[in-house]
Every structure is written in C-alpha cells, then in structure tokens.
C-alpha cells in the first residue's frame, strides 16, 4: 500500500522508508528535501493522493518554544486536513515518553499540541511514545552546557537505538490504528548524567558532567522516572554496549 512518510529524510524517516519498502510497500518520503513542506502545505495534497497511511516522524528545525509549538501544531492541522481530503485512514505519529508530565519543557508542550490534535481530529490514529535515542546523546549533552560542564540530573534513563524505534513505528504503520499510545523504551535502565559521562569519554570527549538535581532538560526539571516508560511498556532489543559496537563498525 502507498504509506506517506512525513519527515522521510530524517533519522527515524529514512529507516522507517526502507522498512516499509522491504516490506513491499509504496513508501514515500516527504520532507522539505523533497518538495513537501507541512509547515507551509506546499507539495502535501499531491503526495498524499491516493496514500492508504501517513507516517508523521518530522521535526522542528528549531527547538525555540515559540517556533517548535508553531512547527508542530500547524504541521499537524495541515497533515490532517490533507489526510481528509485524500480520504486516508491511518495517522502514526511518534512522540515522546513522558512529554505530558513536563510542562516545562516548551519541546514537549508542543508535543503534546500535536497528540491533542491528532486524538481529537476522528482520524484513525496511532501514537507511538519512545524514549530519548542513543543518537540524541550528543545533543543532550551540547543542550546542558553550563560554561564548560554538562549538568544533568541523575535520574532514571531508559534510551533505545533509533533503529529498533524504526522499525516499531513501520510495524504500527502496517497494522490496524491502534487508537491509543504504545510506549516503547530501550532494555536498560541509567542514570542519566552516568550514561551521557560514559558515552563523552568513549567517544573521546572530555567535557566534564556534573549530576546537578536542578539541571534542566529541554526547559525542565526532571524527576526519577519522568523519562522512563511504565510498566508494561514494549522493550526494544538493542543494548547501549551493541548499539555503540554497531556504529563502530560502520565509521
Ligand atoms: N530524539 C529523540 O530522542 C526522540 C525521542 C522520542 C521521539 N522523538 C521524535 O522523533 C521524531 C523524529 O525525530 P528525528 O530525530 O528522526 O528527526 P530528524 O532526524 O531531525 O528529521 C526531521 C525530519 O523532519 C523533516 N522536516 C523538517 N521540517 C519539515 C517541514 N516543514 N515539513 C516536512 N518535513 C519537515 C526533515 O526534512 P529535511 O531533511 O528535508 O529537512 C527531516 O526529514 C520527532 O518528532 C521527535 O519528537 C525523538
């Protein structure tokens, strides 16, 4: 089937593309790279003509509160008002473990926009929430600068390889619309400042992180499980120590 993929260019899109075109589907990447603009609408009703389901796995080039609010909530209105005139009927998008407790967090307040519209919209819908990527490690790190120290709470961190996120969100993409949030988390459990200190100094890094109670994360203060899924949640296969193993081997 002909499956739209919103933000097909980025780290989780382009996986999920091949996944669905290995599983014999018309994948389609749509992102401004390709002529698709969901911001500005230009370029959507054309990809969408004909597209049984829409994958929305894009991203807010700016993470300002102002600017990534505007990104997702408009993004959204215009995806779902074309998914309506192209008559498609399954919406899968990916947000993020734990976005509604943090309403400090302007990034994640706008994530919350963009579930509301979608579980208000009467489309048939399916939300999948993961945790924080092994990918993102970086740029926490670089977002909770201080001077020259990283100042991170140490509180529970739970991440998966953006790979085993994929390929969840392809598979939800195939099946029935869930009509709810399935939450998806990595194997492990961390501490947060020991995990990001860990993955500094193995890729040479030698900024120092600080464990600091009060460090925000995206704008927020975090609690003990603030970023890890509940109970029941489905756990993804890749450890820290294979997914670090796998990208050596491919540099
Ligand atoms: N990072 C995490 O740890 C984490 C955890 C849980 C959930 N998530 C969620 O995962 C999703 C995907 O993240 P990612 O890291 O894969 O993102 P990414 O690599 O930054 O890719 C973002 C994608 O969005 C596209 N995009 C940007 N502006 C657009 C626009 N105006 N119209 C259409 N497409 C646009 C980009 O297209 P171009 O390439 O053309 O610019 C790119 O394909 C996000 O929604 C995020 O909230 C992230």
Do not use: C
């Not at 995206?218 to 120590?241: C, H, I, M, N, Q």
């Amino acid at each position: 089937m002909k499956i739209v993929v919103i933000g097909g260019t980025g780290l989780i899109g382009s996986a999920v593309v091949s996944n669905l075109a290995a599983n014999g589907h018309d994948a389609i990447p749509a992102s401004p790279n390709s002529g698709v603009n969901t911001l500005t609408g230009e370029g959507l009703a054309d990809v969408l003509d004909g597209t049984a389901a829409v994958v929305d796995v894009s991203n807010s080039p700016s993470f300002e509160d102002h600017a990534v609010l505007e990104f997702f909530e408009t993004s959204t209105r215009n995806i779902l008002d074309g998914m309506v005139a192209a008559k498609a009927r399954h919406l899968v998008a990916l947000s993020v473990v734990g976005d509604d407790r943090l309403p400090d967090s302007g990034y994640l307040r706008a994530k919350v926009a963009q579930e509301k519209l979608i579980t208000s919209s009467g489309l048939p819908f399916s939300i999948v929430h993961a945790t924080q990527f092994f990918e993102f490690i970086d740029r926490i790190a670089d977002s909770a600068m201080e001077g020259d120290t990283v100042r991170l709470p140490s509180v529970l961190f739970q991440p998966a390889a953006a790979g085993d996120v994929s390929a969840v969100v392809g598979e939800v993409a195939q099946g029935a619309p869930l009509m709810g949030i399935l939450e998806i988390g990595g194997p492990e459990q961390f501490r947060f400042d020991e995990l990001v200190r860990r993955h500094l100094a193995a890729h040479g890094d030698t900024r120092t992180v600080v464990a600091d109670p009060h460090a925000r994360y995206f704008g927020t203060e975090l609690e003990e499980r603030s970023l890890v899924p509940a109970d029941g949640a489905r756990l993804l296969p890749t450890t820290y120590e294979n997914w670090s193993r796998q990208q050596e081997a491919r540099s």
